[in-house]
């Protein structure tokens, strides 16, 4: 299972970016996608996560800022981010926990290769 994220760049405090996050590959069934992130000598912090029947959770640092969403069809997760700090700046990493038809037997957590969020002030 290979996961491709999109969607980083440069914004001022106040702008708005939106991530998205395809999986693809021997994918059996996706049970829930996400974000995290990770700041400069921070450790990775979950930013949110939508589940295959829609339920979402979200950190409180970015509750009522940031809109997580999927499309099941697309094995596809997006992260719209309005309000942007300073201090969301990080490498935003998605993920995915799901089985892969390659093991079957066994659920697992991908991950894909981080895009960088950079937001002045």
């Known amino acids: 299972v290979q996961l491709q994220a999109s969607g980083g760049g440069l914004v001022q405090a106040g702008g708005s970016l939106r991530l998205s996050c395809a999986a693809s590959?021997?994918?059996?069934?996706?049970?829930?996608m996400g974000w995290y992130r990770q700041a400069p000598g921070k450790q990775r912090e979950l930013v949110a996560r939508i589940t295959s029947g829609n339920s979402t959770n979200y950190a409180d640092s970015v509750k009522d800022r940031f809109t997580i969403s999927s499309d099941n069809a697309k094995n596809t997760v997006y992260l719209q981010m309005n309000s942007l700090k300073p201090e969301d700046t990080a490498v935003y990493y998605c993920?995915?926990?799901?089985?892969?038809?390659?093991?079957?037997?066994?659920?697992?957590?991908?991950w894909g290769q981080g895009t960088q969020v950079t937001v002045s002030s």
């Open positions: 993920y995915a926990f799901g089985v892969s038809t390659q093991n079957m037997r066994v659920s697992q957590q991908y």
């Open positions: 590959g021997s994918i059996f069934n996706i049970n829930r």
